[in-house]
């Protein structure tokens, strides 16, 4: 929601352009990483995830890239559409039985028509 | 919203006051998880259920407690709500625990 919008770095693209979102994760046990969109006002939507055997996954106009040396998270979004508009955040999910989630604080992506 | 619903949408309530949010989901997913998000923060796990009658608690759980008596039905109790549980409130269903669905999310303002 708004609320959550403060503070977040803000990245501003062209509409038609390509946008790349990053994420510094923290664990380098984890091994499943999803990235999630949230609209002002609704809950995370679920956008694509990779598991840590992977270096790249590609969904529709979505391409998530891994790299497990510096613990980097990558979401690339191509042609950004103005609904495209939202906060951006990755998470880290570790262990096996009993999970533990890590959350990032996000990214705003703002689509210049 | 991958069928889960939260109610209510919208809470003030005063500090002191024993406040339930609902999350009801029509998946029929065992995992069911509580979060909260304030700015600065990422979503932070609050208590999750693993099952009816079974559940554990999160990072943040003090001041909170859950209850599940059915499946499709889990829910948030603050004890005696304080200023600093204002807060958005996520509840987050799941199938399998790698991948969780949010719900619309539950605004609360503690005065």
């Known amino acids: 929601g708004e609320s959550v919008g403060l503070h977040l770095p803000t990245l501003s693209v062209q509409e038609g352009d390509n946008s790349i979102i990053n994420c510094a994760y923290s664990?380098?046990?984890?091994?499943?990483f999803i990235w999630y969109k949230q609209e002002s006002g609704k809950g995370p939507q679920f956008i694509i995830d990779?598991?840590?055997?992977?270096d790249k996954r590609q969904g529709q106009r979505v391409t998530v890239l891994l790299n497990k040396t510096v613990k980097h998270l990558s979401l690339q979004i191509a042609a950004t559409q103005p609904g495209d508009s939202a906060v951006y955040f990755c998470?880290?999910?570790?262990?096996?039985?009993?999970?533990?989630?890590?959350f990032g604080t996000g990214t705003r992506l703002k689509v210049l028509a | 919203d991958a069928g889960i619903t939260q109610s209510p949408r919208h809470k003030v309530t005063e500090t002191g006051t024993p406040v339930t949010l609902r999350c009801h989901q029509t998946?029929?997913?065992?995992?069911m998880y509580w979060y909260r998000q304030d700015p600065g923060h990422g979503l932070r796990l609050i208590h999750y259920?693993?099952?009816?009658?079974?559940?554990d608690k999160g990072e943040v759980s003090d001041g909170y407690s859950v209850s599940r008596s059915k499946t499709e039905d889990f829910l948030l109790t603050l004890e005696s709500a304080t200023s600093s549980q204002t807060s958005v409130y996520f509840c987050?269903?799941?199938?399998?625990?790698?991948?969780?669905?949010f719900g619309p999310g539950t605004r609360l303002l503690v005065l």
């Open positions: 998470a880290e999910i570790s262990g096996s039985g009993t999970y533990k989630y890590i």
């Open positions: 259920s693993y099952g009816v009658k079974d559940t």
């Open positions: 998946e029929n997913h065992r995992y």
């Open positions: 664990n380098s046990a984890s091994d499943y």
């Open positions: 987050a269903i799941s199938d399998r625990p790698e991948t969780q669905y």
């Open positions: 990779i598991r840590s055997n992977m």
